[in-house]
């Protein structure tokens, strides 16, 4: 077995997530592929997966060993590519991970029509809503605000707000506020999300803050659950500008203390390090922000 050969097995081991599917897939029976899997890991004098009887755990080494080969296969791909005269035209695997809401809404479609452009490009879009990590093997993850894991460059793509609203059923039947503490008077929509703190919303206007904490009978996980609920007149919600942009020039939703900012949601692109110079990562970028900043347009809210 030789070195490249062995980083396309282990990379393919890691995107089936078990002997099992890897055998399947290779055609071979589990057997084989952990004879493989013990043979790599005894020449390079390391454990790179810790076995459980569910799933295969990357070791440190291990994660080292997946980033770098992630890294050379797509740079052997691309010298191959320049040899044939092409450098402009990525081959191999792209991985987009993404929020279900703005994947579904926005990524899905400006990712199929840049594979429409590249046909020698596979694509492959991973929904998700938990905090991107590295272990779940994207090339590439669209999210809100910058990521917990430093390990993960962070590219920005486009400037991003979120904003107070509410449904007229629900202002029909109390009085609007007027200023940020007005809104503890009010059924507040909370959406439990990554490490933001529970109920705790924090407006900006010019030098002057204010932190309150909200609250109201409804809660969830999911900002799609809370957008339909607001929409029902339930409450009011504290969300992102592009899952709301269409509700509020359509009416269907108003917006409540616009004078007030809150924390930014920038959309960012997450990647590792290590992947940063691959033409198919960086045609993807250029693409995808293209695309967004067609598509938005901030001072159309009313």
Known sequence: MNAVSDLEFFLRLHQCGSMVATARQLGVTPPVISRRLQALEARLGIALLQRTTRSLQLT???QLYLDEARRLLGEIVEL?????G???QPHGLLRVNASFGFGRRYIAPILAAFASHHPRLEVELQ???RPPSRQ???DVAIRFGRPPDGRLHASLLLRNRRVLC????YLATRLAPAQPRDL?????????ENHDIHGQWVLQRGEREESIKVRGPLSCNDGETAVQWALQGLGVILRSEWDVRSLLQSGQLLQLLPEWQSVPADIYALYPPALQRQ???RLWLEFLRQHLQQVSSPDDLP
């Open 127 to 129: 929904l998700s809503d």
């Open 80 to 84: 191959e590519a320049r040899v044939r």
């Open 60 to 62: 440190e080494a291990g």
């Open 166 to 169: 509410a449904a007229p059923a």
């Open 184 to 192: 503890q008077q009010h059924d507040c929509i909370v959406i439990r």
């Open 86 to 88: 092409d450098p402009n």
């Open 279 to 281: 033409a198919k990562l």
């Open 136 to 138: 779940e093997g994207f």
